[in-house]
């Protein structure tokens, strides 16, 4: 894991500084709300419905035991004993007080972290792969670059005051597990044919009120150029992006009126009247970041584990856990440990404080001390040993977060919704729950297999419900929460955006109608065939009918 | 309103006179400084191509801040440094605010509009980092490089 330095910390430091100076002007009076609020926005404090919200980077979703330990006592100390865990690696606290919000600051500090452009209309934390270092498919660890860009867009003083905010994520898998193609910039390690590594640079993703699918504008770039390609990229964004209509302000929109060519052209011009050896980190400094990801010891082991077969044989509720929550591992012995934030009937991604300390004794025992937090509002042990794998479980039951369900119908991403989020327009972690429930306690949801159910609470798709399998949107009909069903997207390599099925559904009624939806298609799969799969052989409007019932189809 | 300039490192009022301003629309339509001190502004959206030759003729750029959320002129101000060599004052004018004089000067500012009695939250606000991670307009070394020069200082 990257360790803070020095001149890291230094940074941190100061910025805590500089806002603590600012908090005390707002709560003096010196500052209008007005003017605070960017300025607290950019250190990721929000104001919600009923309270203040604090969202902490988890920069591309790595946490030692340490950190985890820390965010636990933030909870007790700050919050109401839970922290949540959002679609974007980062942790949010719902009810810290604005005064204490600087020394909050100070605790992250001391563990290497901190809560710097969460927010605002600047470059978010950088998101990745939660795999990153263990996965079977990986061509190279993507951390260090997140790390690089981590860095370089921290205070940077001509993108800190951008049209509008800006996410960036890295993969180096040909699995794409972090959604590379909805975001504003999408980068994808991959091999060219002379067998040099580079990235795939993809721009003008997004979800949103406009959801569209990122364009390819660099098949390869070299990895070295990687930071002033990406200033070449933001110029023309801040230059030219609108600022006339926050709506059509993300970079998506500036890529889409100009047209995906023309847009290239112009960050290619950009790029090479620019002076890229004044951008671009000296390699020197690469291996120094690199160097903090090398792989940790491992062992040599034997593929198979003795101690887990038979753990397996004894417990057949490990056994199942076992088959859906861990996955692969590039070194032989060892697997990774996937850990669910969405028991069934709990708010999707919170997570205890007791429940975050229990997760950090895992990783500090059996993980080499690392843990990670997925796009999917769920945690990840990266390396565990199949030996070890049946404690964990057991450690993991224990502290309530035994859910086998990961990629399953219940392990349902949603955003905060109407429970906490001002601009919703209907509640979304209640009709999780409801679903959760449905699929798990029927004990259909291995019969069912991968399906994704992601929910917003308002257009602004936060629980991105447009690369969901099933998506639910929150909308308002008179005042009345009402929910619109999407079918159809994935956030992966195959990127796709959801259709909209049709008219919305009350609370009542979407639960049901969801379920009908995964009725009809365990009707008419095919041997092996996924949900998306089936719906995109068989087709929206027969997956409409089931949607709706068959009494109201005229 | 003042204009505070940077002179030696230190930021203060600026005593000299001030110079003739022209617009680019006057500029477009032939206004051609010869003597005295020139100051050119120009709008957001000005393609800084079009006056590159001429920017030796001015003193002083004025780039605009319509709102303190516009950063525009921040690209604006590292261009004209960066790839048009401009070594005059670039002033900035508009929503000029404390908490954002920082990454103002990083990008090539050197001279701000703001009422005089926001000068000491200016020359705290633009102290307020002793460290910063990119190299930009101004020639403070980023941290990759002060990190190189500490490891070398060791060896
Ligand atoms: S999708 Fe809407 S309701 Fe949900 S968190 Fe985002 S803004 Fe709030």
């Known amino acids: 894991m990257y360790r803070y330095d020095e001149f890291d910390e230094t940074i941190v430091r100061e910025r805590i500084a500089e806002f603590r100076g600012q908090v005390a002007r707002r709560l003096s009076g010196a500052l209008t709300e007005d003017q605070f609020k960017p300025l607290r926005l950019m250190n990721g404090l929000y104001l919600q419905l009923h309270a203040y919200m604090l969202r902490v980077a988890i920069p591309y979703g790595t946490l030692s035991s340490r950190q985890m330990r820390r965010l636990a006592h933030i909870a007790r100390k700050y919050d109401k004993g839970y922290g949540h865990m959002t679609t974007r690696q980062n942790i949010q606290f719902n009810w810290p007080a604005l005064v204490d919000v600087p020394d909050i600051l100070e605790e992250l500090a001391d563990v290497e972290m901190h809560a710097i452009q969460t927010s605002g209309n600047c470059i978010r934390n950088v998101t990745s792969d939660q795999y990153a270092g263990a996965a079977a498919d990986e061509i190279e660890d993507p951390r260090p670059w997140c790390e690089i860009i981590r860095q370089w867009s921290t205070l940077h003083p001509e993108f800190s005051y951008l049209p509008r905010k800006f996410k960036i994520a890295v993969t ?378 068959d009494a109201e189809i005229h | 309103m003042a204009t505070l300039k940077f002179t030696d490192g230190e930021l203060a009022p600026c005593r000299e006179d001030r110079a003739t301003e022209i617009t680019l629309a006057e500029w477009r339509e032939g206004a051609r400084p010869e003597a005295g001190r020139f100051a050119l502004a120009l709008p957001n959206d000005a393609a800084l191509d079009e006056v590159a030759h001429a920017l030796a003729r001015f003193d002083a750029i004025i780039l605009h801040f319509p709102t303190f959320k516009d950063g525009r002129a921040l690209s604006q101000a590292r261009l004209l440094r960066a790839r048009y060599g401009f070594a005059g004052e670039i002033r900035a004018r508009g929503e000029v605010l404390p908490d954002q004089a920082f990454f103002m000067a990083r990008a090539g500012f050197d001279a701000f509009e703001i009422d005089c009695e926001a000068i000491e939250s200016f020359r705290t606000a633009l102290s307020a980092f002793s460290c910063v991670y990119q190299r930009s307009s101004d020639d403070r070394a980023p941290v990759y490089a002060r990190r190189a020069a500490t490891r070398a200082a060791a060896a």
């Open chain 1, 172 to 549: 180096a898998s040909a699995h794409d597990r972090a959604a590379v193609r909805v975001h504003d910039i999408g980068l994808r390690l991959h091999r060219n044919a002379e067998g040099k590594t580079g990235f795939e640079v993809i721009v003008g993703g997004g979800l949103g009120r406009t959801p569209m699918i990122g364009r390819t504008i660099r098949e390869f770039l070299p990895k070295e150029h990687l930071l002033s390609y990406l200033e070449a990229i933001m110029r023309v964004y801040n230059l030219h992006g609108r600022r006339d209509n926050i709506y059509k302000a993300r970079i998506k929109i500036l890529v889409h009126s100009e047209g995906a060519e023309s847009f290239r052209r112009a960050v290619e011009d950009e790029w090479s009247g620019s002076d890229k050896a004044a951008v671009d980190p000296p390699r020197e400094e690469i291996e120094r970041i690199r160097r903090y990801f090398a792989p940790p010891p491992f062992e040599k082991l034997e593929p198979e584990s003795a101690a887990f077969d038979k753990a397996r044989a004894a417990d057949a509720e490990f056994a199942r856990w076992a088959r859906v929550n861990a996955a692969p591992h590039k070194v032989p012995g060892y697997v990774i440990a996937n850990i669910s934030l969405k028991t069934p009937g709990a708010p999707p991604g919170d997570i205890s404080a007791a429940q975050m300390e229990a997760v950090a004794d895992l990783a500090e025992r059996y993980s080499f001390d690392e843990l990670r937090v997925t796009h999917e509002q769920n945690l990840c042990l990266p390396h565990v040993k199949k030996d070890d794998l049946y404690d964990v479980y057991r450690a993991l039951k224990a502290a309530g977060l035994g859910a086998a369900n990961i990629g399953l119908a219940s392990d349902i991403v949603a955003c905060p919704g109407l429970d906490y989020c001002d601009l919703a327009n209907a509640r979304s972690i209640p009709i999780a729950q409801r679903l959760a429930e449905r699929f798990a306690f029927s004990g259909e949801e291995d019969d069912i297999g991968d399906l994704r159910i992601k929910i917003s609470g308002c257009i602004n798709a936060c629980g991105h419900h447009h690369v969901g399998h099933i998506g639910v949107l929150g909308v308002d009909k008179k005042g009345e929460e009402f929910y619109q069903v999407t079918l159809g997207g994935s956030p992966g390599e195959d990127a796709a955006l959801g259709e909209i099925v049709g008219r919305g559904l009350s609370a009542d009624e979407v639960v049901d109608a969801v379920g009908r939806l995964v009725d009809f298609y365990k009707d008419h799969r095919r041997e092996g065939e996924r949900f998306l799969d089936a719906y995109r052989r068989i087709g929206l409007e027969r997956f409409k009918e089931a949607l709706y019932g």
